[in-house]
């Protein structure tokens, strides 16, 4: 279902990937899973840079380029592996932008102070790639 007739990934397939990374950030390496559920997304934009093929094992890593006092934006990359004599390489980056809208809310509200104090060495590391996403923490999830 991910791919067109030429065994092409479709470009929608790497948002799903990107969110699953986010969940795994969220709920184990930050460790807020009551926050993920009250994330809507407000912005997205991919740079897709190469193909991806039916059976070919990707990564996404995602991690927090920015918060805000409502918003945060997270940087994200997809690397396909190897496959079937192809070298593997960068497929897409880019930034997914989220404002915090709790249950009961009808408009985006400050950060809770745990998801500021969870969030925050994030911001400080300053070790970023070409996507901009930071070295630590992140989180990345695997899947073809």
């Given amino acids: 279902m991910d791919t067109d007739a030429s065994g092409h990934q479709h470009n929608s397939a790497v948002m799903r990937w990107v969110e699953s990374a986010e969940a795994e950030l969220f709920l184990r390496t930050l460790g807020l899973p009551d926050c993920f559920p009250s994330v809507p997304r407000v912005h997205q934009e991919i740079h897709f840079k190469a193909k991806l093929w039916f059976g ?84 990345q999830t695997a899947g073809s």
């Fill in 56 to 139: 070919q094992r990707i990564t996404a890593t995602v991690g927090i380029s920015k918060l805000g006092r409502t918003s945060m934006t997270y940087a994200f990359e997809v690397q396909g592996h190897p496959h079937d004599g192809l070298a593997g390489s960068l497929a897409a980056f880019g930034t997914v932008t989220v404002a915090h809208v709790p249950p009961g809310s009808a408009k985006a509200q400050p950060w809770p102070a745990a998801v500021v104090e969870a969030v925050a060495p994030a911001q400080s590391s300053g070790a970023e790639d070409r996507s901009g996403v930071n070295s630590s923490p992140t989180a």
